[in-house]
């Protein structure tokens, strides 16, 4: 009885704790000092609380892989620092691009204090993320910062939670208190990549500094103010996500509730609220969009006017005629946490519906219609064109912090159909055409009646003697 006992103990926890993650549970922690695992601890416990199956290996372990048979061996990496400058055959910046094409998240935090490896600083490049090449070079900023712990160094910034960058962005890092950010390495993202966007920006007053360097002022600094990035955040087009934090420290048990001072004011720093926020969206527990149903149809009531002989189905044609209304309806779905919910979108933000062949003939916005138990239904009725050929419904909606949605579906536009045309009589137009008809047709009877009906005169005979 006791190994039914253990199966179904085994089995009631596999039941009720489950990842929240939308791709998986399995998470490795790559850390090379398992000394070092307790200062992470409850970083790893909360991970664990919320389902995930944690694995800690080291990066030179002869286990350590992150595919296996071609697919990925676990779902998401938490990549710590380490001493070393290599992190071993199976941690290569290939490796690390082949498991973020199998749909892998990876959180990948820095150190100013331990050499940043060969293998992230390429995986950073790939990117198009830059950061300080010597080793040491740490964000400061003589403003913001701890006066208790960086009293003299002023290399520990306080900042507020970020907020979303722009109205038309969802924000999943909002929270209330202030982040403290213990010598952090800072990024510099460039301006070409749509991919990547800003997650913890820098202050003004800030700037990257290396405290090896013997000169008094910093002539030629890394990057300063806005340019640098402490957290930064990139989304595949594959929906695959990869977070860079610039400070590890800051995912440590002593910041997750440490008493600092700011302007003369005791502080409780919020770091394991804002280190929930950020691996919850790194590991897909926020953030992601699903489709549901994709509707399409004519209008029946316009197609009756037209007494049109043509059967018109009722779902998703494939073939609609030229100026005919259409209506188009699309479930979209949230992920939060462990269930779907109707996707809302934030307030200046539009969904908009594509019907294009080579080019968009027509780009509208979408709006809400109605909703589901875990969907909203947007939708939208247009008039196709007077254009012909083969045209796709699209739906291309691309934000940052969200998983893109691509969705296509292909139809054919014709001409009207030989009965499909409307009568002569119908067209306002053609009443003169029509009313010249008749008019030479009656006049043609008319002179017919009165050419055949009227007797021809008389001629008078002259009497001759």
Excluded: C
């Excluded at 005629?321 to 462990?338: A, G, L, M, P």
Aim: hydrophobic share 40%; no cysteine.
């Amino acid at each position: 009885m006791r190994w039914l006992f253990s199966f179904t103990a085994a089995f009631v926890w596999s039941v009720v704790v489950q990842a929240k993650s939308f791709t998986g549970n399995r998470l490795l922690v790559v850390l090379e000092d398992q000394a070092e695992r307790e200062k992470y601890s409850v970083f790893l416990e909360d991970l664990t609380s919320r389902g995930f199956t944690t694995t800690v290996e080291s990066p030179k372990s002869d286990k350590l892989s992150l595919l296996k048979h071609g697919e990925r061996a676990y779902d998401h990496v938490v990549l710590l620092p380490g001493k070393s400058k290599g992190l071993g055959p199976a941690l290569t910046a290939n490796n690390f691009l082949e498991f973020m094409k199998k749909d892998g998240n990876i959180l990948l935090a820095l150190s100013s204090e331990q050499a940043t490896p060969t293998a992230v600083q390429s995986l950073l490049l790939e990117v198009d993320i830059s950061i300080p090449a010597d080793k040491g070079a740490l964000v400061v900023d003589h403003f913001n910062y701890d006066s208790s712990s960086a009293a003299e160094k002023h290399d520990v910034l306080l900042l507020p939670f970020p907020a979303a960058l722009k109205s038309d962005v969802k924000n999943f890092f909002a929270g209330e208190g202030y982040v403290a950010v213990p010598r952090a390495v800072g990024q510099a993202l460039g301006n070409e990549s749509p991919l990547i966007s800003p997650i913890l920006r820098a202050p003004s007053t800030a700037y990257s500094y290396n405290p090896k360097d013997e000169a008094e002022g910093v002539e030629d600094p890394f990057a300063v103010g806005g340019q640098l990035n402490l957290v930064s955040a990139l989304q595949a087009n594959n929906a695959a996500r990869l977070t860079v934090v610039g400070s590890a420290e800051m995912l440590q048990n002593k910041w997750f509730a440490e008493k600092v001072q700011l302007d003369g004011k005791a502080i409780t720093t919020a770091n394991r609220d804002f280190a929930h926020k950020l691996s919850a969206w790194t590991f897909k527990e926020t953030g992601v969009l699903k489709v549901g149903k994709v509707l399409h149809y004519q209008d029946e009531g316009a197609s009756k006017k037209l007494n049109t002989s043509v059967a018109i189905p009722e779902n998703n044609p494939t073939i609609y005629r030229i100026k005919s209304d259409v209506h188009f309806q699309v479930e979209i779905s949230e992920y939060t946490n462990d269930h779907l919910a109707p996707f809302v979108p934030s307030p200046n933000d539009n969904i908009q519906l594509e019907f294009s062949m080579l080019s968009p003939f027509h780009r509208l916005n979408l709006s809400p219609i109605g909703k589901t138990a875990n969907a909203t239904i947007f939708g939208v009725a247009f008039k196709t064109p007077d254009q012909h050929g083969i045209f796709n419904f699209r739906v291309n909606y691309r934000r940052p912090f969200l998983t893109n949605i691509d969705e296509k579906r292909q139809v054919t536009v014709r001409h009207f159909a030989h009965d499909e045309w409307p009568r002569s009589w119908q067209i306002s137009g053609a009443w003169v055409w029509i009313g010249g008809v008749w008019v030479t047709v009656l006049g043609w009877l008319a002179f017919v009646a009165v050419w055949l009906y009227s007797a021809p005169s008389e001629r008078s005979v002259k009497k001759t003697q």
